[in-house]
């Protein structure tokens, strides 16, 4: 089994993981395969990404913006946050 | 033109604004109205409430968040925003 | 229990519902309680809506789009059903 | 300027553009590039995807669920469709 050193590691093998997904996507278009399995699938690579950038959001708050808090640069910091979040649904 | 006197009331005063918008689409249902019409109107409350809660998480990270980052509690103040931001999608 | 008698009274019913959750949500910010309390509580009333307009939703498809499909007015129906769809997000 | 002969080579096309973003985000995260950066590149491939799959969808409206429907199968072919759009938001 594959064990990332660090989160870096850990987030660069996630995202690998969804490219093979999505080639697998493209296979599935070009040999005409049903829609819906290929919906299915693709949701699939979609909720991948989105769990990695979950994480990669959280590395980013444990670190970058908890020093910038500390250092009182809160203001820019919250504003960089919400820029991401706002693109988000629900 | 109502002008909310601080952050607490301008968010009271989006909810209510929400909650009389989904009185209007019960209306609808009630009424009978056409399905579309009816789904637009709703997905539209679901924005107003998307776009208030983004303000109270602003809010949030702003205060409470920040003072908890400040006085060295990261971890637990970053674990309660996760929870809130892996129930968002994209 | 609310047994409803057809699913015009089921969507009624589900929407007074998220109605009486979000004046919750709304005395809660009223007391000025926790920020975090307040945003699960607000991500349930709109999981609750999402809900409901699924519902819309699918009886749109079954009823009044099936029916148009059938007719021949494919095109409209479809561009009708795409414009929800587009607004949703992953 | 390429394009595109039909609508299967549409979406291929377009989902290769997408992963060619995707290799992109890769190599930033292996850059250590700004968390920041990377997921709002990251946002922009998450929304290739939904607009691509939206195209696909669209596809299999307009011609496997409308044929079934029109054929009498109407259950089975919504039953699909709702099983695609419950994973959606809003």
Redesign the interface.
Known sequence: MYKPKNL?DR??HR??I??GH??K??TM??N?E???D???Q??A???G??S???L?????????A?DA??KGE??KA?A???????????
Request: aromatic residues 2%.
């Open positions: 870096q987030i660069t995202l690998k969804s490219l999505l080639e996507v493209i278009v070009e005409q049903y829609c819906i290929i919906l299915h693709l949701q690579v979609q909720e990404l989105k990695t950038g979950n990669v959001l959280e590395n980013h708050l444990k670190t970058c908890s808090i500390k809160t203001k919250i960089e946050i919400m820029q991401i979040l706002e693109k988000k649904n629900i």
